[in-house]
C-alpha cells in the first residue's frame, strides 16, 4: 500500500484565496519531504521541501507545515492565482534515494 | 524547464513488443530516477541509478531493465509490453546519490500499447 496519500482528491478555491493542501504519510521514519506542482502534459516541478527536524517552511506564496505527531503535511498557498491550477502532490523520502509519492490533489482556481 | 529532457515525446507500440525510453540528466547531476505514472496507481518509482551503479530499485517489473551510460544518459528498457504498461514514464536527475536531494523531472514519454 501507499505511504503517502492527500485527504482531498479535488479543491476548488477562488482567486486571491488561500489554499490549503494536506497529506498524510505512515511511515515515522521519513526524514525529507518535497511537494511537486504538476501541471497538465508536463513533469512534476519541485515546489517546497522540508526536513524532519523542521516544523515549517516559507517559500514565496508557499508555506508548508509537517506536524510529526500526526504525521501530516500541508501546503498552504497564499493569494492563489488561475496559473497555480494543477495536481499538487506530496512525497516523501525514504532510505534517502526514492521519494514516495500520494495520488495527488488536484486544485482549480476560478477568476 | 528543468533541464532534463526525455525522447521521445509520444511512443505507440503493440503487446509484445519491447521499446527503450531515454532520459539525458540536468548537467553535473549524477543520479538518474525513473518513475511511472499511471491514472490508477499515480507517481511509482521504478529505479534509481548513481554515476552508472544501480542504487535503488523499487516496484520495476522484471521484463523492464534500465542503464546509466558513462555519459550519464540513462535508458529504461521495456520488453513483452502489455496493456498495462501503458503510462507515463518519467525520469529525474539530482546532483547527488541520494538523501536530501530535490529531482528535477523531465517532460516524460507517454506510453501507449494497443
Known amino acids: 500500500g501507499e505511504s503517502v496519500g492527500l485527504h482531498l482528491p479535488t479543491l476548488s478555491v477562488q482567486e486571491g484565496d488561500n489554499s490549503i493542501i494536506n497529506c498524510a504519510y505512515s511511515n515515522s521514519a521519513s526524514d525529507y519531504f518535497i511537494w511537486y506542482k504538476q501541471e497538465s502534459g508536463k513533469g512534476p516541478q519541485f515546489i517546497i521541501d522540508i526536513r524532519s527536524n523542521m516544523d515549517k517552511r516559507q517559500g514565496q506564496r508557499v508555506t508548508v507545515l509537517l506536524n510529526k505527531t500526526v504525521k501530516h503535511l500541508s501546503l498552504q498557498i497564499a493569494a492563489t492565482q488561475p496559473g497555480d491550477s494543477a495536481v499538487y502532490f506530496c512525497?516523501?523520502?525514504?532510505?534517502?534515494?526514492?521519494?514516495?509519492f500520494g495520488k495527488g490533489t488536484t486544485l482549480s482556481v476560478s477568476s | 524547464d528543468s533541464g532534463v529532457t526525455q525522447t521521445p515525446k509520444h511512443l505507440i507500440t503493440a503487446t509484445g513488443q519491447r521499446v527503450t525510453l531515454r532520459c539525458s540528466p540536468r548537467s553535473g547531476d549524477l543520479s538518474v530516477y525513473w518513475y511511472q505514472q499511471s491514472l490508477d496507481q499515480g507517481l511509482q518509482f521504478l529505479i534509481h541509478?548513481?554515476?552508472?551503479?544501480?542504487?535503488a530499485k523499487g516496484n520495476i517489473l522484471e521484463r523492464f531493465s534500465a542503464q546509466q551510460f558513462p555519459d550519464l544518459h540513462s535508458e529504461l528498457n521495456l520488453s513483452s509490453l502489455e496493456l498495462g504498461d501503458s503510462a507515463l514514464y518519467f525520469c529525474?536527475?539530482?546532483?547527488?546519490?541520494?538523501?536530501?536531494?530535490?529531482?528535477?523531472f523531465g517532460p516524460g514519454t507517454r506510453l501507449t500499447v494497443l
Open positions: 529525474a536527475s539530482s546532483p547527488a546519490g541520494g538523501g536530501y536531494n530535490e529531482q528535477f
Open positions: 512525497a516523501e523520502n525514504q532510505a534517502g534515494t526514492a521519494l514516495i
Open positions: 541509478y548513481y554515476n552508472g551503479e544501480e542504487r
